[in-house]
């Protein structure tokens, strides 16, 4: 791994952990609600796999799940959109990205995702891997729009599958979906908090 990126993660994973253990009181709108260390580790080896050049992420909050992204893409010139409407997270962001040293890697949207999404869309934008992470009402809407976007052989992942158990009707309407479509294979890995894993076989 990048050495800069390894350092940013390093300490972006310990102020995760401490939010999540409730050892640190944050507001509700500042928290960084990031994937688990295990979940970073894991995309970052499939898209070094597949190599990936081109990721959509909906839902950048501090930029923890961008910059595993940002070290699998680096060496191939990737370049990866990420999509957030709270301002103040895209600065803090920003910040670990220069100190990481991938802000040109990086093309932050500020804007409520399905708007942004649409834009995308009608600009015929193509994504090796899309990632959903946002507002968990709209992850359907999200993921029929990632779907369009997403080349053959690309992947989608879809965050927080099986936990926490609040979302667990969307997430179950999703999987429901997921099992009709034809043109994809799909499997929940049980990481972090349940990973939607969904390769698109054809159009
Ligand atoms: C779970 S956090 C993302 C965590 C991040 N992927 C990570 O692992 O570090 C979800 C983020 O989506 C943003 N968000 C929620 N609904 C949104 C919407 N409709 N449009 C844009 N951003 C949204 C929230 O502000 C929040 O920062």
């Given at each position: 791994?990048?050495?800069?990126?390894?350092?940013?993660?390093?300490?972006?994973?310990?102020?995760?952990?401490?939010?999540?253990?409730r050892?640190?009181?944050?507001?509700?709108?500042?928290?960084?609600?990031?994937?688990?260390?295990?979940?970073?580790?894991?995309?970052n080896?499939?898209?070094?796999?597949?190599?990936?050049?081109?990721?959509?992420?909906?839902?950048?909050?501090?930029?923890?799940?961008?910059?595993?992204?940002?070290?699998?893409?680096?060496?191939?010139?990737?370049?990866?959109?990420?999509?957030?409407?709270?301002?103040?997270?895209i600065?803090?962001?920003?910040?670990?990205?220069?100190?990481?040293?991938?802000?040109?890697?990086?093309?932050?949207?500020?804007?409520?995702?399905?708007?942004?999404?649409?834009?995308?869309?009608?600009?015929?934008?193509?994504f090796?891997?899309?990632?959903?992470?946002?507002?968990k009402?709209?992850?359907?809407?999200?993921f029929?729009?990632?779907?369009?976007?997403?080349?053959?052989?690309?992947?989608?992942?879809?965050d927080?599958?099986?936990y926490?158990?609040?979302?667990?009707?969307?997430?179950?309407?999703?999987?429901?979906?997921?099992?009709?479509?034809?043109?994809?294979?799909?499997?929940?890995?049980?990481?972090?908090?349940?990973?939607?894993?969904?390769?698109?076989?054809?159009?």
């Open positions: 791994m990048d050495s800069l990126i390894k350092n940013v993660i390093s300490r972006l994973t310990q102020e995760a952990q401490k939010e999540r253990m050892e640190v009181d944050v507001p509700p709108e500042d928290r960084m609600l990031a994937i688990t260390q295990d979940t970073g580790e894991f995309f080896i499939i898209l070094k796999a597949i190599k990936a050049k081109n990721i959509l992420e909906i839902g950048l909050s501090t930029g923890y799940s961008t910059l595993w992204f940002c070290d699998a893409i680096k060496e191939n010139s990737g370049k990866i959109i990420t999509i957030e409407k709270n301002q103040n997270k600065l803090r962001a920003k910040k670990n990205f220069q100190e990481a040293g991938v802000e040109n890697f990086i093309d932050i949207r500020h804007g409520i995702a399905l708007d942004i999404l649409n834009g995308l869309l009608s600009e015929n934008k193509q090796d891997f899309v990632f959903l992470d946002a507002d009402e709209n992850t359907m809407n999200y029929e729009i990632a779907l369009k976007m997403t080349r053959i052989g690309g992947i989608i992942a879809i927080n599958m099986t926490p158990e609040k979302y667990r009707s969307e997430m179950s309407a999703i999987s429901d979906r997921i099992q009709q479509i034809p043109n994809v294979q799909s499997s929940t890995v049980k990481i972090g908090n349940g990973e939607e894993i969904i390769l698109k076989l054809a159009d």
